[in-house]
């Protein structure tokens, strides 16, 4: 394969994953198995990692491109419809007659944590044929964004061909899953959370020591920038470089449904334009710290104007150290 210098010029984010309608309740507690709870609020609207992802993505300011499968039926239909009015091109959107959109059942507490079902439905039929028929679109992207919500193995095609493009390659590991390293060759960057990076390091996270140790671990798979989401805690960014706590911002959550898509959607957008990444990540956290405060998945994902003035509030985006952990000139790092 070709090496050599890979400079961010593209402002644009090809995504590929999944799409779901959500359908949620909130109530004042989980329920536990067995357990009927009477009394909620229910509330649907579009999901789906890979289609949280781009909303997010589309809304931080970059020309988004996705790759996806729905059904035919009502709820595929409104989807893509609701993408179109966003902005985002859904040429790339198939429409698979044999499968049904996929559905995700949420709970949601009076605290805001959540717990998720998912029936995958069209989403699981996604195939490397098509992710090839869009494949002038991966190699030309500034970002290709990705998850594990899709099926692995065109996932790893479009790996592939970002990496043939130059394209910078960003995933998100979830819903969490045992990889071997080498399923992440080609990765530049990756942004699992503790629950994830504890299955794919099988290291646990207690403290700080073993926070770097994960860190460490996943850096070994050979991917060049780790960052690991720790909610309300902020994320730790490590490079072989330097290793930094990033702290996240004080605010009253309601909602943490989508929390972590708002934030990988929201990086990939200011990375493909350039921006170093602590400067990304800061934004990005801002971005994630108002989504949920907020109900619902893409609903709660916030424009870039009201992100900077909410950033703007706490200090200087750029932390001191960390400006070019990730130079536009990415030969210096990769």
Request: a negative charge; glycine letters at 10%; hydrophobic letters at 45%.
């Amino acid at each position: 394969m070709e090496t050599g210098p890979r400079t961010l010029m593209k402002t644009n984010v090809v995504v590929v994953g999944s799409m779901n309608v959500d359908l949620t309740i909130r109530s004042k507690r989980l329920p536990q198995a067995g357990e009927t709870i009477i009394g909620g609020r229910f509330s649907s609207g579009g999901g789906g990692k890979g289609a949280n992802q781009a909303i997010a993505a589309v809304r931080s300011g970059a020309d988004v491109r996705f790759i996806a499968r729905v059904g035919t039926d009502a709820y595929g239909k409104d989807l893509v419809d609701r993408f179109t009015s966003e902005g985002i091109h859904t040429e790339h959107i198939v429409h698979d007659p044999s499968y049904p959109t996929g559905v995700a059942f949420i709970l949601v507490d009076e605290h805001g944590e959540n717990s998720i079902v998912v029936a995958s439905g069209a989403n699981g039929r996604l195939s490397p044929d098509d992710v090839d028929r869009a494949a002038d679109e991966v190699r030309t992207a500034g970002v290709l964004l990705t998850q594990l919500e899709s099926p692995l193995d065109a996932v790893q095609c479009a790996i592939r061909i970002a990496s043939e493009g130059k394209t910078l390659v960003i995933v998100n590991p979830a819903p969490a899953q045992r990889l071997d390293g080498s399923w992440f060759r080609g990765v530049d960057v990756i942004t699992p959370n503790k629950v994830e990076a504890e299955m794919l390091t099988g290291v646990t996270i207690t403290d700080d020591a073993s926070l770097s140790a994960a860190a460490r671990a996943l850096l070994a798979f050979g991917i060049p920038t780790v960052i690991i989401t720790l909610g309300r805690r902020g994320v730790f960014l490590a490079t072989a470089r330097c290793m930094q706590l990033i702290p996240s911002y004080a605010v009253q959550a309601v909602d943490s449904t989508a929390a972590g898509d708002v934030f990988s959607g929201s990086l990939a957008a200011f990375l493909a334009e350039g921006m170093p990444i602590d400067a990304a990540v800061r934004l990005a956290i801002g971005s994630a710290s108002l989504s949920v405060t907020r109900m619902g998945a893409q609903a709660s994902a916030p424009r870039r104007s009201e992100v900077e003035e909410f950033v703007a509030q706490w200090g200087p985006l750029i932390h001191k150290g960390m400006e070019d952990a990730l130079p536009h000139d990415r030969s210096q790092s990769l």
